[in-house]
């Protein structure tokens, strides 16, 4: 019965030695298992652990803003276009 911990892939017949190594590789990049084997190497202090979460935080927001940002920039335009519009149907023919 396989562990739900076990990191491994299958090598494939044929497959080189080198290609498995970097599919193995991906894979734990993915799963974040060696940045975080980077970081359990060592004790890290409170104030490292909040200097940390913090810059993670401020990427993240980086990211969710460029697409707030964009969305909010073309409900802005929609509104300016709709009240356009209405503008031009209260005014009329001259």
Known sequence: MANSHDRGIDVKKGESVDRALKRLKTKLDTEGIIEEMRRRRAFET?????????????????????????????????????????????????
């Open 46 to 94: 409170p104030t490292q652990r909040k200097v940390r979460k913090a810059r993670s935080a401020i990427k993240r927001n980086r990211v969710r803003w460029r697409y707030i940002s964009e969305s909010a920039e073309r409900k802005i335009e929609e509104r300016k276009a709709a009240a356009a519009a209405a503008k031009a149907t209260q005014e009329g023919p001259a």
